[in-house]
């Protein structure tokens, strides 16, 4: 057993962390809310009609290339709608989406039938029964998986590495799926092994799980070149460098690509999904998520169809606590508030988080102490402090100077800041504003600047310009722009003009409620 290269730290988990409830199959809703983009690249295309019947697995979203993956129905029912809905996008913007009202049959579509002999198929067959089935890294980014089991040219695969630990503090989706479908994993795991001829496999789990570390050994007894191993129980696992240093004791400097070594990293969720989708045909219709936060009545482990409106999950749970308003979609780090229990369950989401107001999970921001706890926590040693300094000062250049594209948004230095500083938003806002400024168009500006909060306590530093919700809006206004690609000259200008407008003027409502 190793341990970690750089950053993280000990990651208690919250008290209403349901770690020893067994996982829960969720009743069907009386609507199911599906939007098209639930996956990194291309969104899916909607291929069904208003008052169309579907069968349970049915492709609803076609995928039109080869970086995209379908959407299917998850349980037999009638299309009503086509439009738009909320995702839970700290914005409040909606995404086009299908909607099926379910008709309780449970009745599968045809089209569903597995693989006779997956282990001695051709990994070109695996890789397109994993894309028609729609299956995903079942984390933040859920980069489509068979492009993931698609090494380049020249590049191959000797060591995959398994994360068995939490993506995030408070949650045990990983540890139910591994005490009660080891075996299942176990079998995607051989799966993903045959697909990119990996001799070896390295399960990683924390240490203290032992009814996890004892399931997945019993299923991997006596299977060539599989190994169950330790963990130390640290955040984040996330991170690719973290977990090659717990499970190889091997460092991967900054910008090091994990195939150069090759390595290949999956997680026992995914591994779980490509079992079903291989032998049972399978699509991913539903995902494992906690609910849990001293603000839910009953936490537990639900295993929700995609699609399943939050409240459906909460009310299942016993509803919330009295004085409790404010729900987050994902855990502690990169959770996201929402502002609606409206908001469906998606391909990516981990968790449903609710906490007391006593908590004190909204703190307001204080200048930042220079105390240092950001450089310690940051897994890829970077300098958040000075990073965020930069990016309010508008020195994006200098911001990339520092590395900023190999920040990998674990979220760990805003957790652990003292002064409650936004910082995983500051940076996922600059990224996009250099990517949109690569691109050739000129990002929005809020105020004249690119000042995202309030003064740090240096003296010369520009003061509040925007909160960390306007942050996002800029960020979306970039990346809408961006990808119209279309829009130029007057229309380009007039686009750009009223995003900053809209920012703008968000910014002077913040300033004025400040005061």
Same mark, same amino acid.
């Given at each position: 057993? =190793? #341990?970690?290269? +750089? @950053?993280g730290?000990? %990651?208690a988990?919250d008290?209403?962390?349901?770690?020893?409830?067994?996982i829960?199959?969720?009743?069907?809703?009386?609507?199911?809310?599906?939007?098209?983009?639930?996956?990194? $690249?291309?969104?899916?295309?909607?291929c069904?009609?208003? #008052?169309?019947?579907?069968?349970? /697995?049915?492709?609803?979203?076609r995928?039109?290339v080869?970086?995209?993956?379908?959407? +299917?129905?998850?349980?037999?029912?009638t299309?009503?709608?086509?439009?738009?809905?909320?995702t839970?996008?700290p914005t409040?913007l909606?995404q086009?989406?299908?909607?099926?009202?379910?008709?309780?049959?449970?009745?599968?579509?045809e089209?569903?039938? $597995?693989?006779?002999?997956?282990?001695?198929?051709a990994?070109?067959?695996?890789r397109?029964?994993?894309?028609?089935?729609?299956?995903v890294?079942?984390?933040?980014?859920? =980069?489509?998986?068979?492009?993931?089991?698609t090494?380049p040219?020249?590049?191959r695969?000797?060591?995959l590495?398994?994360?068995?630990?939490?993506?995030?503090? @408070?949650?045990?989706?990983?540890?139910?799926?591994?005490?009660?479908?080891?075996?299942?994993i176990?079998?995607?795991?051989?799966?993903?092994?045959?697909?990119?001829?990996?001799?070896?496999?390295f399960?990683g789990? !924390?240490?203290?799980?032992?009814?996890a570390?004892?399931?997945?050994?019993?299923?991997?007894?006596g299977v060539?070149g599989?190994?169950?191993? #330790?963990?130390p129980?640290?955040?984040?696992?996330?991170?690719?460098?973290q977990l090659v240093?717990?499970?190889?004791?091997?460092?991967? %400097?900054? /910008?090091?690509?994990?195939?150069?070594?090759?390595?290949?990293?999956?997680?026992v969720?995914?591994?779980?999904?490509?079992?079903?989708?291989?032998w *049972?045909?399978?699509?991913?219709?539903?995902?494992v998520?906690?609910?849990a936060? @001293?603000?839910?009545a009953?936490?537990a482990?639900? !295993?929700?169809?995609?699609?399943t409106p939050l409240?459906h999950?909460?009310?299942?749970? @016993?509803?919330?606590?009295?004085?409790?308003?404010?729900l987050?979609? $994902?855990?502690?780090?990169?959770g996201?508030?929402?502002?609606?229990?409206d908001?469906?369950?998606?391909?990516?989401?981990t968790?449903?988080?609710?906490f007391?107001p006593a908590?004190?999970?909204?703190?307001?921001?204080?200048?930042?102490?220079?105390?240092g706890r950001?450089?310690?926590?940051?897994?890829?040693g970077?300098v958040?402090?000075?990073?965020? *300094?930069?990016?309010?000062k508008g020195?994006l250049?200098?911001v990339a100077?520092?590395?900023?594209?190999?920040?990998t !948004?674990?979220?760990?230095? #805003?957790?652990v800041?003292?002064?409650?500083?936004?910082?995983?938003d500051?940076?996922?806002?600059?990224?996009?504003?250099?990517?949109?400024?690569?691109?050739g168009?000129?990002?929005?500006?809020?105020?004249?600047g690119?000042a995202? %909060?309030?003064?740090?306590?240096?003296a010369?530093?520009?003061?509040?310009?925007?909160?960390?919700?306007?942050?996002?809006?800029e960020?979306?206004?970039?990346?809408?722009?961006?990808?119209? $690609?279309?829009?130029?000259g007057?229309?380009? *200008?007039?686009?750009r003009?009223?995003h900053a407008?809209r920012?703008?003027?968000?910014?002077?409502?913040?300033?004025?409620?400040?005061?």
């Amino acid at each position: 057993m =190793f #341990g970690f290269m +750089h @950053g993280g730290g000990e %990651s208690a988990a919250d008290g209403g962390s349901p770690a020893l409830s067994a996982i829960e199959m969720l009743p069907i809703p009386q609507r199911l809310y599906l939007p098209l983009r639930q996956h990194a $690249g291309y969104p899916s295309v909607p291929c069904v009609t208003v #008052g169309q019947k579907v069968g349970k /697995g049915e492709v609803i979203g076609r995928a039109d290339v080869w970086g995209s993956v379908p959407l +299917h129905a998850p349980t037999s029912g009638t299309v009503v709608a086509v439009t738009a809905c909320p995702t839970g996008h700290p914005t409040g913007l909606t995404q086009l989406a299908v909607v099926i009202e379910p008709d309780g049959a449970e009745r599968w579509s045809e089209a569903v039938q $597995g693989m006779v002999d997956p282990l001695n198929a051709a990994p070109s067959l695996l890789r397109e029964q994993i894309r028609a089935a729609g299956i995903v890294g079942l984390g933040d980014e859920c =980069f489509p998986s068979h492009l993931k089991l698609t090494p380049p040219r020249g590049k191959r695969v000797d060591l995959l590495l398994i994360n068995g630990a939490e993506c995030e503090p @408070g949650l045990s989706v990983h540890e139910r799926l591994m005490v009660e479908r080891a075996n299942e994993i176990l079998s995607g795991i051989q799966i993903i092994m045959r697909i990119v001829s990996a001799k070896q496999c390295f399960i990683g789990i !924390e240490q203290g799980k032992s009814a996890a570390i004892q399931a997945m050994t019993q299923a991997a007894w006596g299977v060539a070149g599989v190994r169950v191993q #330790g963990v130390p129980a640290m955040r984040p696992h996330g991170v690719r460098q973290q977990l090659v240093a717990a499970l190889t004791g091997k460092n991967l %400097s900054l /910008g090091a690509r994990l195939l150069d070594r090759r390595l290949l990293v999956h997680n026992v969720s995914t591994a779980c999904s490509i079992h079903d989708a291989v032998w *049972r045909g399978r699509p991913l219709l539903s995902r494992v998520l906690t609910v849990a936060g @001293g603000g839910i009545a009953r936490p537990a482990n639900l !295993e929700a169809l995609i699609g399943t409106p939050l409240r459906h999950l909460i009310d299942h749970c @016993g509803g919330l606590q009295s004085g409790v308003d404010q729900l987050f979609l $994902g855990g502690p780090l990169l959770g996201q508030a929402v502002n609606t229990q409206d908001v469906p369950v998606l391909k990516s989401s981990t968790a449903v988080l609710s906490f007391l107001p006593a908590a004190g999970v909204a703190k307001p921001q204080q200048p930042c102490i220079r105390c240092g706890r950001c450089v310690e926590a940051c897994p890829m040693g970077l300098v958040p402090a000075e990073m965020a *300094r930069r990016v309010r000062k508008g020195q994006l250049m200098r911001v990339a100077e520092l590395q900023l594209h190999d920040c990998t !948004e674990c979220g760990f230095c #805003g957790f652990v800041c003292p002064s409650h500083i936004p910082l995983l938003d500051t940076f996922r806002y600059a990224k996009w504003v250099l990517q949109a400024e690569k691109w050739g168009r000129q990002p929005p500006s809020v105020g004249g600047g690119h000042a995202l %909060s309030e003064r740090d306590g240096t003296a010369g530093e520009p003061a509040v310009v925007a909160p960390p919700a306007v942050v996002m809006a800029e960020a979306v206004a970039v990346r809408e722009e961006v990808t119209v $690609g279309s829009a130029s000259g007057k229309g380009a *200008r007039a686009v750009r003009a009223a995003h900053a407008a809209r920012a703008a003027k968000a910014a002077k409502a913040s300033r004025d409620q400040a005061k």
